[in-house]
């Protein structure tokens, strides 16, 4: 599957749309993502912090659980753009725990995982790339 300049261009805007809602109170990174479903529908996401720590969600994280908690759960691609009081500068890159999640969902060889600054410079990677050998739902598959 292909995924156009402009639906590259259109998540990325998203993806921005969602950093002010970023809830960073401690860390002051903020994280804005737009999912990609195969029906066409965009899923905003934001980090989400918490005073206990532990419960803090990740901005790709937020956009699948709003998906899937609504019945989607077939996915293309995902934009993801980050920054300390969500200034982006630097490419961001999604964490461990959102990649494992991504390989509940997603196809390793196809999904495609955008990190940008701006609609003109972003890295695109499978999820493949930045999860080799991940542990995904076929490795439980009886046989
Ligand atoms: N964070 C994300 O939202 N996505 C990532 O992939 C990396 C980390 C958030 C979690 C926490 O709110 C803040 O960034 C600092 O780790």
Request: hydrophobic content about 35%; glycine content about 8%; charged content about 15%.
């Given at each position: 599957m292909g995924i156009s300049k402009e639906q590259i261009g259109s998540l990325i805007d998203k993806a921005f749309e969602m950093l002010p809602y970023a809830y960073t109170?401690?860390?002051?990174?903020?994280?804005?993502?737009?999912?990609?479903a195969k029906n066409g529908t965009v899923y905003g996401g934001c980090n989400i912090e918490n005073a206990a720590?532990?419960?803090?969600?990740?901005?790709?994280?937020?956009?699948?659980?709003?998906?899937?908690?609504?019945?989607?759960?077939?996915f293309d691609a995902?934009?993801?753009?980050?920054?300390?009081?969500g200034?982006?500068?630097?490419?961001?890159?999604?964490?461990?725990?959102?990649?494992?999640?991504?390989?509940?969902?997603?196809?390793?060889?196809?999904?495609q995982v955008i990190c940008a600054t701006d609609r003109e410079n972003y890295r695109i990677n499978t999820l493949k790339e930045i999860l080799p050998d991940g542990f995904g739902p076929k490795a439980l598959a009886a046989g």
């Open positions: 109170p401690y860390s002051h990174y903020k994280v804005g993502a737009a999912l990609l720590y532990t419960p803090c969600n990740c901005g790709e994280r937020t956009a699948f659980f709003k998906a899937v908690s609504e019945g989607v759960t077939e995902i934009a993801v753009v980050a920054g300390h009081e200034n982006v500068t630097n490419l961001g890159s999604p964490c461990g725990v959102c990649r494992q999640v991504m390989m509940e969902f997603c196809d390793p060889e196809t999904f």
